[in-house]
């Protein structure tokens, strides 16, 4: 299959290793220059559950696509919530009418965005329990499990989600169709909206937080109030299991070990996060439907507080 990873960075890395030695046709799509000529020079390099390896992956800055000459059936965005607008608009010209689209980014409402440059049917929205990290220009860090959950937008398109699902499992990255993926990108966010944010401000690993004693009332706090905007949309989730894949987030023995891609984002990289598509984003929901959400509130507000303070960019 030919394929786009559009968004190189850490998690667009891993998906583009993982496919390429699947054996599918992939190529890399990114604004980071730096990263797009180590790639195309010396290769993409990751440490991968403690293995050095390098795969020769084309890459292309988004920025300049005219001359490429792929015809894409999948492209896969893996871009921060703030550059999706901006890499659909550069991706124009590789989107063909058959061309299948699937978001795995974090946080919610991304089809919004997606629906003002890719057919409806088209669209496969998702979320993924996969991790990574970068190290630098062309390397990046890949240990641990995980498993990604997609479903087709368009009525009657199962066959397109889960030939993408074997697409992908084919590759080892354990993808399933869910037959309710609002649910699951309200789980999904439930985890983002604990680990990401706190871990961030508290400048520590998942497990290490897990440790504290306050970590389970906490965690209990926001995840209600996520759940409570959740029900407002008709989206009914199982708290329990809910807390229960979280507590998976803080063994160190799978992924506790990880700084969650907001602690990357601000601490390691002085960059902007995406705290108003998750924790934010439950805020303004809240405000809509009558749902109090303080926890949400102050998180986002600290993370904030936090950008400006780094002055991050
Ligand atoms: N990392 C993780 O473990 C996980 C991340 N996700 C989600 O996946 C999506 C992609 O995240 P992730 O892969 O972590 O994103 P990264 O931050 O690794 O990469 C995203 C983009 O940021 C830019 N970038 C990243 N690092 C640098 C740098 N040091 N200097 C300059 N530019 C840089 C690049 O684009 P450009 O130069 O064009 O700005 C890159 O494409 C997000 O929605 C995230 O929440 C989901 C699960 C786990
Ligand atoms: C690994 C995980 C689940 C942590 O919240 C993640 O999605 C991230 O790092 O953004």
Sequence with gaps: ??????????????????????????????GWQQHIDEI???????????????????????NDLSDVDFSADLVILFTKAMQLDNMLQSLDNMLGKDTIVLCLLNGIGHEDVIKKYVDYDNILLGNTMWTAGMEGPGKVTLFGNG????????????????????VLTNADLNARVSSDILTSIYRKACVNGTMNGLCTILDSNMADFGDTSVAKPIVQKIVSEFLAVARAENVFL????????????????????????????????????????????????????????????????????????????
């Excluded at 054996?23 to 890399?28: H, P, Q």
């Excluded at 293995?51 to 992956?57: A, K, P």
């Design 40 to 62: 195309n020079q010396n290769g993409l390099k990751a440490n991968f559950n403690g293995q050095d390896v390098t795969e020769f992956i084309s890459a292309y800055n988004q």
């Design 238 to 313: 199982d708290e329990e299991a809910v807390i229960e894949q979280i507590n998976g987030c803080f063994n160190r023995e799978t992924i506790g070990l990880h700084h969650p891609s907001m602690y990357q984002d601000l601490i390691i990289n002085n960059r902007l996060t995406e705290i108003d598509y998750i924790n934010g984003a439950i805020v303004r929901k809240g405000k809509e439907y009558g749902v109090p959400t303080p926890y949400c509130e102050f998180l986002t507000q600290l993370i904030h507080s936090k950008e400006e303070i780094v002055e991050a960019k």
């Design 1 to 30: 299959m030919n394929i786009v990873i559009a968004g190189a960075g850490a998690m667009g890395s891993r998906f583009g290793i993982m496919l390429k030695q699947a054996g599918e046709n992939v190529i890399l799509v990114d």
């Design 147 to 166: 498993s990604v959950d997609l479903q087709n937008l368009g009525e009657g398109k199962e066959d397109v989600a889960q030939k993408v699902a074997d």
